[in-house]
């Protein structure tokens, strides 16, 4: 879809599209947005897009065909309903729905701009949008998914506006990007401040109080920002920070901390979150090693194996460090699975047996040498993993005016009988620059998000067919720098429409009818 263009107006149109960017969101930072709890001020202006002529809709609309035979992942007790507790769904980090979202009937598509990417979309037990939404209206965020409208929010630390204009600054995943929703409708939340907030909705709806705060500033050193906070299977708060490769636990009652460092400074980089299994197990990888991590007697974190994994040492275009760039994801039969930093990149699961004879039951290679990376987590659907290429991507520049980054999806299964790992398919024609994507076990589409090649630099929501790896059908959100969703995490909400936070904001897509 490629236009003939000059360099010359491409060059403007990048620019026109850079200047779109900084004035969208500082328009949307003077949104009449409620900046204290419970002040249910709502904003309904749109995310702003760059006109163009690239197609709404391609390809057709998908006839459901549900994933049967997928054991059922357990709820976890510390944690909203599967589907509905933060950014991967549940505690396994599956990235998983057992719902449908759109097959691409009579779509519509809103957005509402925040000035802020909602990165992190949970919904609570009313169907309503719970979001962190970092940016220059930071803050957790109580959404009416139907109209599209602000309920209320509560202001979030955040960082200075020149911040942004900083390297690195839209990979920084920290202060809020990570969240999650517990069972009885709280937002728990680890600010770049090094606390961990605990916030109640409102009776009314309208916003969220402050029930309870963790000061981890006392035992976090220097340099080491928090990053994710999770429930282990027995109520344990534990959390993870950036650097020196710190893992703490909060006992929930008496506010008591723990921490131990896996690593020294580059050496224990941990980017992403983790994944909380049965029996207060925690799922932990650093950019050298995968671990699993119990409780000790007192309640202090303890390594109960570890194991190094291949890495090339290089910070492949589209990454945030030189090591994985997934949270583990936990399977059915005792598994867990990363992507390596190998060239080219692995697909590698291991055993989570403490007694396991053999820790790692296979590394399988995806995308080409050269030209393979992924900052997102896999998706787990039974023995299957579904892996993403965002090799290429390093901030919002790199898609702008056309640009977009390599393509590439694959499919790995565990064999049946449990001793090896096989590529069912590989898709190199669509590239998703940065997406969270997940996938529907009720209708067999994986939903992700892509760039397409056109000057106006449009973006659109995609689905591919789960058991082919073939493009079913896509359709334009937007076009401009304000719809690069820079690694939010797509959401399949339980009415049935799907949700993804962008550089502007949130947008939305449903079927008609």
Same mark, same amino acid.
């Given at each position: 879809m490629r236009s003939a263009i000059t360099g010359t107006t491409r060059g403007r149109l990048r620019s026109r599209a850079a200047r779109l960017l900084a004035i969208g969101l500082l328009t949307a930072a003077g949104c009449a947005i409620p900046t204290t709890a419970g002040a249910g001020i709502a904003t309904a202006a749109p995310v702003p897009s760059l006109p163009g002529t690239s197609p709404d809709f391609l390809g057709?609309?998908?006839?459901?065909?549900?994933? /049967?035979?997928?054991?059922?992942?357990?709820? !976890?007790?510390?944690?909203?309903?599967?589907?509905?507790?933060?950014? !991967? =769904?549940?505690?396994?980090?599956?990235?998983?729905?057992?719902?449908? =979202?759109?097959?691409?009937? %009579?779509?519509?598509?809103? *957005?509402?701009?925040?000035?802020?990417?909602?990165? *992190?979309? @949970?919904?609570?037990?009313? =169907?309503?949008?719970?979001?962190?939404?970092?940016?220059?209206?930071?803050?957790?965020?109580?959404?009416?998914? @139907?109209?599209?409208?602000?309920?209320?929010?509560?202001p979030l630390p955040g960082r200075a506006p020149g911040a942004f204009l900083q390297p690195g600054a839209f990979s920084n995943f920290g202060g809020g990007a990570y969240f999650y929703l517990d069972g009885q409708d709280r937002a728990v939340v680890g600010a770049n401040t090094g606390h961990v907030m605990v916030l109640a909705e409102n009776p009314a709806a309208d916003g969220f109080t402050l029930e309870r705060e963790y000061d981890l500033t006392g035992v976090l050193r220097e340099g080491e920002s928090l990053n994710s906070v999770l429930p282990d299977s027995h109520g344990r708060l534990w959390f993870v920070a950036k650097h020196n490769g710190v893992v703490g636990t909060i006992d929930p009652e008496t506010g008591a901390i723990q921490v131990i460092r896996l690593g020294d400074g580059a050496d224990g980089e941990i980017e992403n979150s983790f994944a909380v299994g049965a029996d $207060?197990?925690? +799922?932990?990888?650093?950019?050298?090693?995968?671990?699993?991590?119990? @409780?000790?007697?007192? $309640?202090?974190?303890?390594?109960?194996?570890?194991?190094? +994994?291949?890495?090339?040492?290089?910070?492949?275009?589209?990454?945030?460090?030189?090591? /994985?760039?997934?949270?583990?994801?936990?399977?059915?039969?005792?598994? &867990?699975?990363? /992507?390596?930093?190998?060239?080219?990149?692995? &697909?590698?699961?291991?055993? /989570?047996?403490?007694?396991?004879?053999?820790?790692?039951?296979?590394?399988?290679?995806?995308?080409?040498?050269?030209?393979?990376?992924?900052?997102?987590?896999?998706?787990?659907?039974?023995? *299957?993993?579904?892996?993403?290429?965002? +090799?290429? +991507?390093?901030?919002?520049?790199? #898609?702008?005016? =056309?640009?977009?980054?390599?393509?590439?999806?694959?499919?790995?299964?565990?064999?049946?009988?449990?001793?090896?790992? !096989?590529?069912?398919?590989?898709?190199?024609? &669509?590239?998703?620059?940065?997406?969270?994507?997940?996938?529907?076990? @009720?209708?067999?589409?994986?939903?992700?998000?892509?760039?397409?090649? %056109?000057?106006? %630099?449009?973006?659109?929501?995609? #689905?591919?067919?789960f058991r082919t790896g073939n493009l079913v059908w896509q359709r334009r959100s937007g076009s401009g720098p304000l719809y690069n969703n820079n690694y939010a995490g797509l959401a399949l909400g339980p009415d049935g429409a799907a949700y993804l936070g962008v550089l502007g904001g949130l947008i939305s897509l449903r079927d008609g009818g």
């Open positions: 057709a609309p998908a006839t459901a065909q549900p994933i /049967t035979g997928v054991p059922a992942i357990p709820r !976890h007790p510390g944690l909203a309903a599967n589907g509905d507790s933060g950014i !991967h =769904g549940d505690g396994w980090m599956s990235d998983t729905y057992t719902r449908p =979202g759109p097959l691409g009937h %009579d779509t519509r598509v809103d *957005s509402l701009l925040l000035a802020s990417e909602c990165g *992190s979309i @949970a919904f609570d037990r009313a =169907g309503r949008i719970v979001a962190t939404c970092p940016g220059l209206n930071p803050g957790l965020y109580l959404i009416d998914p @139907a109209a599209m409208r602000v309920l209320g929010r509560y $207060g197990a925690v +799922y932990i990888a650093t950019n050298r090693e995968m671990l699993r991590l119990d @409780a000790g007697p007192g $309640g202090e974190p303890r390594v109960t194996w570890r194991t190094t +994994y291949a890495n090339s040492g290089q910070t492949k275009p589209g990454q945030v460090d030189d090591g /994985t760039g997934t949270t583990p994801t936990l399977l059915p039969g005792g598994y &867990v699975a990363i /992507t390596d930093n190998a060239d080219p990149m692995n &697909v590698v699961v291991y055993r /989570t047996d403490p007694a396991a004879a053999r820790r790692e039951v296979c590394s399988v290679p995806v995308f080409a040498k050269g030209a393979g990376n992924t900052e997102n987590s896999l998706i787990g659907a039974g023995n *299957s993993l579904i892996v993403e290429n965002n +090799y290429g +991507y390093s901030g919002p520049e790199a #898609t702008l005016g =056309g640009r977009t980054t390599t393509p590439g999806f694959a499919r790995v299964d565990i064999d049946d009988d449990g001793a090896g790992c !096989h590529l069912v398919w590989s898709n190199t024609s &669509v590239a998703a620059p940065s997406v969270v994507a997940k996938l529907s076990l @009720a209708n067999g589409l994986i939903y992700t998000y892509t760039k397409g090649s %056109d000057a106006t %630099d449009p973006w659109y929501w995609t #689905t591919l067919d």
